[in-house]
């Protein structure tokens, strides 16, 4: 059975999980900005940096995952607007 669902069967990617994370680490920067402008305090914004990084690893994982699977819960068009929208 690997064999056969590693090669033959396609992918089944959890899109609603990757889309949710990704929009958390959004949110985390909406967050830290807020709290740098909120307080006057340029340190804070390190921290938008930081979330900035991972927020794009996540996007290059879910782009990639989007163009490996063949089928998906959702139309993969909007699957891609969601993914470049949220960064």
Partial sequence: ??????????????FDNALQS???????IVEDLQ??????????????TDHATEAHT?????MKQL????????DKESIYRMITQLD
Avoid: W
């Fill in 1 to 14: 059975m690997g064999l056969i669902s590693n090669y033959i069967l396609p992918k089944n990617v959890d």
């Fill in 22 to 28: 990704q929009a958390h680490i959004t949110r985390t």
């Fill in 35 to 48: 709290a740098a402008c909120r307080n006057n305090n340029r340190a804070l914004l390190e921290h938008v």
């Fill in 58 to 62: 996540l996007k290059y994982s879910n």
């Fill in 67 to 74: 163009l490996d699977v063949f089928i998906t819960s959702y």
